[in-house]
């Protein structure tokens, strides 16, 4: 998998790919992440990446030119990309479903904006896609870029070890998780319960998917709509809205 990023802050991109499963990933030479400085994409003597907005207002935009110039040189020495994804707020927003579609498309150049955003023509002429990573206000695209980057890699074949198979994953199988436990079996005045503890490799399946279902049922109701349930799963959300009443999975249960 093939990523090109192209931002004026190469170093917080980097950062955020050198731990990890991600930096693994680079380091077995699984992912190939190529950082560009915007800036080195300039030609004036103060590597200006920003102007003033064509009919006044606040902040400023990102000048068309250096993406330009990054763009065609990605292509010269990459060739054609994938998909050339611009984060920005008033993108569609990346789910599961996308990244697997993304991961499909490598190359794929991930453009980062700041500022109150970039010139639109850049978006015109090059951008396949517009993301957004949810709804709420961060300060450029650096961030959401990380977030795509780490969704897209875990996807590529060998990323994710066995022992955390991507399989599992609970976006993947469409339910949240269910709970974890590691020793001891009793802290601190709670214990793990005791079909975890009991070598019931079956029931202890079955008591997991029950968890992620009732988490789902009651968090995510939402994400039940496109689950693929089994004939017992559908029975117990079947009774769980006869009766919502049993504890909330995220109450627990307390000694008193
Ligand atoms: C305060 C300026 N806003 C006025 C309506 C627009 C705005 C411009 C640029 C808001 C945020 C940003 C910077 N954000 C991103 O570049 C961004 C982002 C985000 O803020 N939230 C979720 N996903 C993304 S992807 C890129």
Do not use: N
């Amino acid at each position: 998998m093939r990523f090109d990023v192209i931002t004026i802050f190469p170093r917080m991109v980097e950062a955020g790919l050198a731990e990890g499963v991600v930096g693994r990933a680079r380091d077995r030479g699984l992912l190939d992440v190529m950082v560009r400085d915007l800036r080195d994409y300039t030609t004036d003597r103060h590597h200006v990446v920003d102007d003033v907005p064509f009919g006044g207002g606040p902040g400023m935009v990102m000048k068309p030119e250096p993406f330009f110039a990054a763009l065609e040189a990605v292509e010269a020495e990459r060739g054609k990309p994938g998909a050339v994804v611009m984060l920005s707020p008033a993108g569609r927003r990346f789910t599961q479903q996308e990244a697997g579609r993304l991961v499909t498309r490598a190359p794929v150049v991930l453009l980062c904006g700041r500022y109150e955003g970039v010139d639109e023509r850049v978006r015109e002429r090059w951008a396949t896609d517009e993301i957004s990573i949810g709804d709420y206000v961060l300060s450029g695209g650096e961030l959401p870029a990380l977030v795509v980057i780490d969704a897209v890699a875990r996807l590529v074949p060998g990323v994710v070890g066995d022992e955390q198979s991507v399989e599992g994953d609970s976006f993947v199988r469409g339910l949240l998780d269910y709970p974890h436990y590691t020793r001891p079996a009793e802290f601190a005045g709670q214990r793990v319960p005791d079909v975890l503890i009991s070598g019931h490799h079956g029931q202890i399946r079955r008591w997991r998917r029950q968890q992620a279902l009732r988490r789902t049922f009651e968090r995510r109701p939402d994400l039940l709509v496109s689950a693929v349930l089994d004939e017992e799963e559908q029975a117990w959300v079947r009774a769980w809205q006869a009766d919502p009443s049993p504890a909330k999975v995220s109450e627990g249960s307390r000694k008193s």
